[in-house]
T-cell receptor, first 109, second 115 residues
Framework: GQNIDQPTEMTATEGAIVQINCTYQTSGFNGLFWYQQHAGEAPTFLSYNVLDGLEEKGRFSSFLSRSKGYSYLLLKELQMKDSASYLCAVLDSNYQLIWGAGTKLIIKP | ETGVTQTPRHLVMGMTNKKSLKCEQHLGHNAMYWYKQSAKKPLELMFVYSLEERVENNSVPSRFSPECPNSSHLFLHLHTLQPEDSALYLC??????????????FGPGTRLTVL
C-alpha cells in the first residue's frame, strides 16, 4: 500500500529552526509537495521537489532524497504566524497526490 | 472573485436530504479535485477531473455524485448521507496533473454536518 509518515505534532521556539520530516512509500514517484494549513483555513502550497537536493525559498527550505524515500521541510527564524499544520504529499505513478496526515507545529514565544 | 471559491461555507443536513456543493475556479486551470478532510486524517481524494473528464473515482460511495459542466465549475451532489460523512470538503484546482503542474490551489472548504 501507499504510505506517507510525518510526526503528528512538534513544538519550537520563536526565532529558532525546526525540521519536519516526511518518509514515503508510494507506487511510483513524480514529485513531492509541502503545503501549509492554518487552523480553519485551506492548505496553501509551499514547495515542490522532484530531484534530490535542497530547494531554498526564503525562510523555508525543502530537501528530497528519492533513494531513501525521505524529505524534510526546514523552517528558519520561526515566527508566531508559522504555527500551522504542514502537509507532505507525494505525486504517484498515476499522477495522484498521496497525502500525509500533517504535522501540527506549535510555536512558543 | 479570485482563486477558488466554494459555496456554501457551512451546511447542516439530515440523512434524507439532497444538497449540492459548488466550486468555481478563476485561475484558468484544467484540473479540479474534490477532497474530504476529517480530523487527524490525511486528505482523502474523492474525484479528479482533468479537462472536464473524470480521471479517477477512488471508490467513493455512490451517495456522492460529482458533476463538472466546464473547466471552471465543479459540483458535488449529496444524497442520503451518513453521520460519518460529516467533514470539511475541499475543492482544488491545478494547471494540470503532471509534475509541478499539479500544484493545487484550494478553496476555503464547506464544513458539512450530517445529523
Amino acid at each position: 500500500g501507499q504510505n506517507i509518515d510525518q510526526p503528528t505534532e512538534m513544538t519550537a521556539t520563536e526565532g529558532a529552526i525546526v525540521q519536519i520530516n516526511c518518509t514515503y512509500q508510494t507506487s511510483g514517484f513524480n514529485g513531492l509537495f509541502w503545503y501549509q494549513q492554518h487552523a480553519g483555513e485551506a492548505p496553501t502550497f509551499l514547495s515542490y521537489n522532484v530531484l534530490d537536493g535542497l530547494e531554498e525559498k526564503g525562510r523555508f527550505s525543502s530537501f528530497l532524497s528519492r533513494s531513501k524515500g525521505y524529505s524534510y521541510l526546514l523552517l528558519k527564524e520561526l515566527q508566531m504566524k508559522d504555527s500551522a499544520s504542514y502537509l507532505c504529499a507525494v505525486l504517484d505513478s498515476n499522477y495522484q497526490l498521496i497525502w500525509g496526515a500533517g504535522t501540527k507545529l506549535i510555536i512558543k514565544p | 472573485e479570485t482563486g477558488v471559491t466554494q459555496t456554501p461555507r457551512h451546511l447542516v443536513m439530515g440523512m434524507t436530504n439532497k444538497k449540492s456543493l459548488k466550486c468555481e475556479q478563476h485561475l484558468g486551470h484544467n484540473a479540479m479535485y474534490w477532497y474530504k478532510q476529517s480530523a487527524k486524517k490525511p486528505l482523502e481524494l474523492m474525484f479528479v477531473y482533468s479537462l472536464e473528464e473524470r480521471v479517477e473515482n477512488n471508490s467513493v460511495p455512490s451517495r456522492f455524485s460529482p458533476e463538472c459542466p466546464n473547466s471552471s465549475h465543479l459540483f458535488l451532489h449529496l444524497h442520503t448521507l451518513q453521520p460519518e460523512d460529516s467533514a470539511l470538503y475541499l475543492c482544488a484546482s491545478s494547471q494540470g496533473v503532471r509534475g509541478s503542474y499539479n500544484e493545487q490551489f484550494f478553496g476555503p472548504g464547506t464544513r458539512l454536518t450530517v445529523l
